[in-house]
């Protein structure tokens, strides 16, 4: 993704003329008040779409009814489907990345979070766009797992990100993969989250960090992803051994640190990140892209969704592998696990200290996996 030199006023006010085909067809779908997020994201996606589709097929693409028309328009103009368009659209605008930049930090608060930016920079100008999505992303994950009263206790448990900024949490948002602490992130990601423990003054105190590639809005869902790993690492550590006494040198830190720590399948670790973007971050807000569900049913004709057995089991290695279908296929099970059997009980799965959730499924759910699996693909819209 690229710097964009500017997101503002690319859609024309309703009712105002343009001579563009596109300017045109942006009004008419857009509606009478659309999201903050799609007039940032919508030219971006339109962008991207010129630079692989020919000058001749563009017309069909702009002469759009309305949103469904148009994802269809574009998929039959470059000739592939929406999941693969859309990572091969990150890797376009990362390649667009800027070059100069100032290295320097600022900060503005985001709810939980404390956000750095570059002056000037694209996330620097999008901090509201950040802010409201970080927001939502949070709130709504901290509701449906239960985890206000744990999250709120590591908050006040963690290393102050900056004075005056006690219980926030730092997220650092870079302008070009190859600034020096960009390192952090691994060459086949575009975000990291790190969970550590340091002692001050005697006492045990948390640490989180997020590093993040932002490049323009369509990157929030990299931040929203890590968000949700913030509240679910966060909001299942155990402070007391880390607080409830003073530390004495790395053994006791160690000791305490670990004691906290509670083990977390990979499936619900990275599931909710997906979760959180797919239902109530970038996806949900965007007011474009069809439903998960939706989405899941295009991976399914394909033959391209995952046996849940193995969706559960998957470790972090697996889970990049098989990204495209891994997202949406934890993000749309837990949706449905959410919705058929509450919160508490998939709070309970996610404190079981368990590394396997296919383990510990039956026990908490009381139905095997493969029964689980038939409702969830009938109540998505087909069984496999």
Known sequence: MFVAACLIAVIPAAGQSDASPRSAMLVRIAGRDPSPLFEAATPLLLDYV?????????AAIYDARDRADLLQRIEAAAGKDLIDLGSEMFAYYESRAPRDFDPSWTAFPAGAFLVHVHPGSTADRERA??????????????????????????????????????????????????????????????????????????????????HILYFNALSLPVIEHEAAHAVVMLGTFDVVALTAKPLDGESDLRKAFFAGLRKIPTFLQEGLGDWA?????????????PSPESLLALLRREGRTLPLPELLAGDIRYAAKNRKAYSLEAAAFLQYLLKTYGT?????????????????????????????????????????
Not at 171 to 194: F, M, Q, V
Not at 277 to 289: E, P, S, V
């Open 277 to 289: 973007f797919y239902y109530h971050g970038f996806h949900n807000q965007w007011g474009l892209l």
């Open 344 to 384: 508490d009980r998939v709070k309970r799965w996610l404190f079981t200290n368990e590394t396997s959730g296919a383990k510990t499924f039956a026990v908490v759910f009381g139905l095997p996996l493969e029964a689980a699996e038939k409702e969830f693909l009938a109540a998505a819209g087909g069984v496999r």
């Open 50 to 58: 010129e630079s692989i589709v020919p000058k001749e097929k563009r």
């Open 129 to 210: 766009l950040i802010s409201r999505e970080i927001n939502s992303v949070t709130i709504n994950a901290l509701r449906a797992l239960g985890l206000t009263e744990e999250f709120a206790a590591a908050q006040a448990a963690l290393k102050p990100a900056a004075p005056e900024s006690a219980g926030l949490i730092p997220i650092y948002l870079y302008a070009a993969r190859k600034e020096p602490g960009a390192a952090k992130i691994s060459k086949t990601s575009t975000g990291n989250a790190t969970l550590g423990a340091t002692i001050i003054d005697k006492a045990g105190r948390l640490t989180f960090e997020a």
